[in-house]
């Protein structure tokens, strides 16, 4: 639900190939790139850009995330950004973030949880609450679910039990 009830571990099993694009995409370039390697760091995922092959090239696009800028007028009004994934039991094969141009400072972040696999807008200080501290990066407990979300010790498909428990473990080893 909205406020993150706990489901069942859904994450990539794979490493990240990414591109952004979009009417605007090359304008933001940079700091999405950014926003990405801080969240594939947290998890100690790897990932890396991809460019598109030229167009009418027999060439595939291999890239299994890709986060598109529009310019604003092209998303509806009520949809700042959204995420869309994809899974296949229950490991994510591709995600697609859109964003208007004005916004991507207010939603990259918040959309690369989801799009990690992370659910849900859990209150508390994390870049997923919908009133959040703040937007601009992730924060201490942004890191610490991705890292927990990405722990060896789980597996996708894992139970929200195995991740309470690894999560619990993290934040008990944090205290001592």
């Keep these: 639900?909205?406020?993150?009830?706990?489901?069942?571990?859904?994450?990539?099993?794979?490493?990240?190939?990414?591109?952004v694009g979009g009417p605007q995409g090359a304008r933001h370039r940079a700091a999405i790139a950014a926003a990405v390697g801080r969240a594939v760091e947290a998890a100690g995922l790897a990932a890396s850009e991809v460019?598109?092959?030229?167009?009418?090239?027999?060439a595939k696009d291999t890239t299994n995330l890709a986060l598109l800028v529009?310019?604003?007028?092209?998303?509806?009004?009520?949809?700042?950004?959204?995420?869309?994934?994809?899974?296949?039991?229950?490991?994510?094969?591709?995600?697609?973030?859109?964003?208007r141009t004005s916004q991507v400072w207010d939603c990259v972040n918040h959309e690369l949880m989801h799009?990690?696999?992370?659910?849900?807008h859990p209150s508390g200080k994390t870049v997923l609450s919908y009133f959040p501290w703040r937007q601009d990066k992730?924060?201490?407990?942004?890191?610490?679910?991705?890292?927990?979300?990405?722990?060896?010790?789980?597996?996708?498909?894992?139970?929200?039990?195995?991740?309470?428990?690894?999560?619990?473990?993290?934040?008990?080893?944090?205290?001592?």
């Excluded at 460019?51 to 027999?58: D, E």
């Excluded at 007028?73 to 094969?93: G, I, K, R, V």
């Excluded at 992730?138 to 996708?156: E, F, G, M």
């Design 70 to 99: 529009f310019d604003d007028e092209d998303l509806d009004d009520h949809t700042p950004c959204d995420a869309q994934l994809q899974t296949l039991d229950a490991s994510l094969s591709y995600a697609r973030i859109r964003m």
């Design 115 to 120: 799009a990690m696999g992370v659910p849900g």
């Design 1 to 19: 639900d909205q406020r993150g009830s706990p489901q069942v571990l859904t994450r990539w099993d794979e490493p990240l190939r990414f591109r």
């Design 138 to 176: 992730l924060l201490d407990l942004d890191r610490l679910l991705l890292s927990v979300w990405y722990d060896r010790a789980l597996q996708s498909g894992a139970s929200p039990f195995e991740v309470l428990w690894i999560g619990g473990q993290r934040i008990a080893g944090q205290s001592a």
């Design 51 to 58: 460019t598109l092959p030229p167009s009418g090239s027999a």
